[in-house]
């Protein structure tokens, strides 16, 4: 009975865990783009180092407040820090820009439950209640719960607007987050987030079953929500397998006889060709659509043909590039086409056939293509990752181009098609719309395409299921580094000027070169050197992975994971404080379980198990985390069938193992790769809490 009890005081706590994960802060601005330290410090607002205002803003807020012309000191410094309030690195959160309706002023602090709780709403309340306040921001048709003001277009006192403090806190204020998890207030000061404990120290590994022999390059779970998931290898082919439950020795259901739809004929395959990214529509189980990402050769297939990457917007002549490992430039092309299982089951597989095509454009060189596609959670854009083309050091900076797509990481709307003409009228480089709040509108130097820049090779990027404004991006190192970005709207993650956060200076640059002054790099968050996994420097490269959200493992919840191609060596980072955007990493051993379905073979002389080259990851509607390998499928379970240790993990779900290995199914037919690459919520949370303290009493 206290095992029992024990248990489900754990399952309580992840679930809560789940929960409080979907809200959440994040350092970014309010044009979501990422805070920034400014070239001039700040002069009117309080705020130095990262912050989220230019000069120009700090003097325009200066500006906005003296036509204010506030009388009374008191009130005119809580309104002062109230306009500064846009210079904080948390803005994006304080004024909820995610929401339907943004805000002129940020969420006030309204705390009233705790005594040591700040309650600044009330503050400004009391301060500012009588006194007039010109082209005030309060003036303006709110965004409160307590609905729009009354007579506020042309009133200057709160009083006229509100008629009382509970009024005025119940439509601009919220609570006091608890702890860092929760959305931030404003209390008239720069955010800081609360000290958390250290963070638990690392697992003591990972543990991993084999469920496939297949080698695939992609995974992506059903939109249905179900146990199936769509495995895509590199050649061209996809499939829509069944995943057996954790614990049932089962392995993966898939007929590789039986594709879901075969696209050989249209892929060009070979090292750094092929299908490399698969992504069904968020409304996938209502309208069918999905897309393929893939390389094509022209001269053998008369669809293949986009504009070269390398022209003159570009400052560059493709008839100058020399043949690159015999091949012409642009010869290879970069496709994103859409397809549809309309007017046919799943089980018979999708329509051959292009509905339409997305995008195609011409690579100089036959290297660091990248071409992994994702939804987006929030904005349901199809975001297009994108190498710098190949080439060493990048010779024409391409990622630093801003009229350039390579290096950069593309945002298309595909909900909305424009026609023939206008495709031909705007320069697209197919049939895609150009989402609204894309960066080029405060940047006009930059394509319209563009969501960040200066990437070499974004190999395998993801968005953090439980809070949906991280979106990680691994990106492969020249020489020295492999790094993970933290990717924000308009970022500029500085290769080729930089190497991870090391300057960078390319053997030759027909380019040119940018100035290091020129830009405002974001650093890696997470990475590695090549000396921490092999003594011969360029023989690393990185793999992206996920934010572990399973409770299958407890001690890697929240957890990022990520992997070398090569080495065999996986990585976890920790985020401290949590939602800071802080990382650190440490290299996690792993295993594979004695009772795995298929057996795992080793390498003599290594206690690892021989999972050859680590190409992706992937993740299940389970938010199970699997590793796409050369020598087959791996899922991550529970630490106790590998003997490693978890404090937290379910006692009654380690007690029970699973059945012995199942007969090994035929050999796979997939050819190995060869080369790398709330209403509801809050009533939910008050019965999990009163589950659990009935539990815990």
Same mark, same amino acid.
């Given at each position: 009975m206290m095992g029992g009890g024990f248990s489900v005081r754990i399952v309580c706590i992840l679930i809560l865990l789940q929960f409080l994960d979907s809200c959440s802060a994040l350092p970014l601005c309010t044009d979501s783009r990422a805070p920034f330290t400014p070239t001039s410090p700040l002069q009117f607002c309080p705020y130095n180092g990262t912050t989220c205002c230019s000069y120009t803003d700090d003097l325009s807020l200066k500006k906005q407040f003296s036509s204010m012309n506030i009388s009374n000191p008191g009130c005119a410094s809580i309104l002062k820090s109230i306009l500064c309030a846009r210079c904080d690195q948390f803005s994006a959160d304080l004024f909820r820009v995610d929401s339907a309706s943004p805000r002129e002023v940020p969420v006030l602090c309204n705390s009233t439950a705790s005594s040591n709780s700040t309650n600044f709403c009330s503050q400004v309340w009391t301060?500012?209640?009588? *006194?007039? *306040?010109?082209?005030?921001?309060?003036?303006?048709?709110?965004?409160?719960?307590?609905?729009p003001p009354t007579n506020s277009n042309n009133s200057t006192k709160l009083t006229d607007i509100w008629q009382s403090q509970t009024d005025f806190c119940n439509s601009l204020g919220g609570p006091s987050p608890s702890s860092n998890d929760g959305p931030q207030c404003f209390n008239g000061a720069p955010v800081t987030l609360d000290n958390t404990p250290p963070p638990p120290p690392p697992p003591s590994g990972i543990c991993l079953e084999k469920i496939a022999n297949g080698s695939y390059l992609n995974m992506a779970a059903h939109p249905d929500g179900s146990n199936r998931a769509f495995f895509a290898n590199q050649q061209g082919k996809i499939w829509l397998g069944n995943i057996p439950k954790q614990g049932s020795g089962e392995i993966l259901e898939l007929d590789e006889a039986v594709p879901f739809l075969d696209l050989t004929d249209e892929v060009h395959f070979d090292t750094e060709f092929g299908m490399m990214g698969i992504a069904f529509h968020p409304k996938f189980a209502e309208n069918g659509r999905f897309f393929a990402s893939f390389s094509c050769d022209k001269a053998k297939w008369p669809d293949c043909a986009g504009r070269c990457a390398c022209n003159s917007d570009v400052e560059c002549d493709p008839s100058k590039l020399p043949p690159d490992n015999g091949a012409q430039p642009c010869q290879f092309q970069s496709v994103v086409a859409e397809f549809t299982v309309n007017g046919s089951s799943l089980e018979k597989g999708a329509n051959p056939s292009e509905v339409r095509r997305i995008f195609t454009m011409g690579l100089p060189f036959t290297s660091h293509h990248a071409?992994? *596609?994702?939804f987006g959670p929030r904005d349901g854009h199809l975001y297009f990752m994108m190498g710098d083309g190949g080439g060493i050091g990048d010779p024409y900076n391409f990622a630093q181009n801003k009229k350039s797509l390579l290096g950069k990481i593309m945002r298309f709307d595909i909900d909305n098609i424009p026609s023939p003409t206008e495709v031909d009228q705007l320069g697209l480089w197919g049939n895609y719309s150009i989402p609204k709040d894309n960066p080029y509108k405060e940047d006009k130097e930059l394509q319209k395409e563009i969501w960040a820049i200066g990437l070499r090779n974004p190999w395998r990027c993801s968005f953090d299921s439980s809070r949906p404004s991280y979106f990680l991006c691994a990106d492969v190192g020249q020489d020295v580094f492999e790094e993970v970005n933290l990717i924000s709207k308009g970022g500029n993650y500085g290769w080729r000027a930089y190497e991870g956060a090391r300057p960078y200076f390319p053997p030759q640059s027909p380019g040119g070169n940018t100035s290091l002054r020129s830009i405002n790099p974001i650093f890696p968050v997470m990475g590695y050197n090549h000396s921490d996994v092999n003594s011969v420097e360029g023989s690393a490269s990185i793999t992206g992975g996920y934010f572990y959200r399973s409770m299958t493992d407890p001690c890697l919840h929240g957890r990022y994971l990520f992997a070398d191609l090569y080495a065999g060596a996986i990585w976890a980072g920790t985020e401290n404080p949590i939602n800071s955007g802080?990382?650190?990493?440490?290299?996690?051993?792993?295993?594979?379980?004695?009772d795995s379905p298929l057996s795992c073979t080793f390498t003599p002389g290594s206690p690892l198990p021989a999972l050859s080259y680590v190409f992706s990851f992937g993740e299940d509607n389970e938010k199970d985390v699997f590793l796409l390998t050369n020598s087959g499928v791996y899922r991550i379970v529970l630490p106790s069938r590998c003997n490693y240790t978890c404090a937290n993990e379910n006692e009654s779900t380690a007690a029970t193992s699973p059945p012995g290995p199942s007969a090994p199914p035929p050999p796979s037919m997939a050819t190995p790769l060869i080369g790398p690459y709330g209403t509801f919520v809050v009533v939910m949370i008050s019965f999990l809490y009163g589950c659990c303290f009935f539990f815990f009493s």
């Open positions: 301060s500012c209640r009588n *006194i007039p *306040i010109p082209n005030s921001p309060f003036a303006v048709p709110l965004q409160g719960r307590a609905g071409g992994q *596609i994702l802080n990382f650190t990493s440490s290299k996690i051993s792993f295993d594979c379980a004695d």
